[in-house]
C-alpha cells in the first residue's frame, strides 16, 4: 500500500513557477515509477510526467512532448518525495494535478492538487 499526499498548487500568474510535491508514506525506492497527471477542464486526464524511483531504475524521466522544455519531474530519496517544477505556466496548464505512484501492478493515486494560472 502506498499513500501520496501532494503539496504546492495555486494561484499563480501567466509566466509564473510552482513547484508540486508529492510525499509517499513508503520509501521510493521500492517504488517502480511515479509521476504527475493532470486533469484540465474540458479534457481527459493526461500525463505531465514520470521518473523511476526504484533502487535498479531509478532516475529515468519521460514527458508529455508538449510540456518538454517548462517542466521538470524529480525525486529526493531520503525525503520519499517526487516533484513537479512547472515554469513558463500558461492559463491552459490549469487544472488538478495528481500524483501517482506504480508498484508492481498496482497503481496508487493522490488526492490531487489545483492549479491555477491567470491571464
Known amino acids: 500500500q502506498v499513500q501520496l499526499v501532494e503539496s504546492g498548487g495555486g494561484l499563480v500568474q501567466a509566466g509564473g513557477s510552482l513547484r508540486l510535491s508529492c510525499a509517499a508514506s513508503?520509501?521510493?525506492?521500492?517504488?517502480?515509477?511515479m509521476g504527475w497527471y493532470r486533469q484540465v477542464p474540458g479534457k481527459q486526464r493526461e500525463l505531465v510526467a514520470t521518473i523511476t524511483t526504484s533502487i535498479t531504475t531509478g532516475g529515468s524521466t519521460n514527458y508529455a512532448d508538449s510540456l518538454k522544455g517548462r517542466f521538470t519531474v524529480s525525486r529526493d530519496t531520503p525525503k520519499n518525495t517526487v516533484y513537479l517544477q512547472m515554469n513558463s505556466l500558461k492559463p491552459e496548464d490549469t487544472g488538478v494535478y495528481y500524483c501517482y505512484a506504480r508498484r508492481a501492478s498496482t497503481l496508487y493515486w493522490g488526492q490531487g492538487t489545483q492549479v491555477t494560472v491567470s491571464s
Open positions: 513508503r520509501a521510493i525506492l521500492s517504488i517502480d515509477s
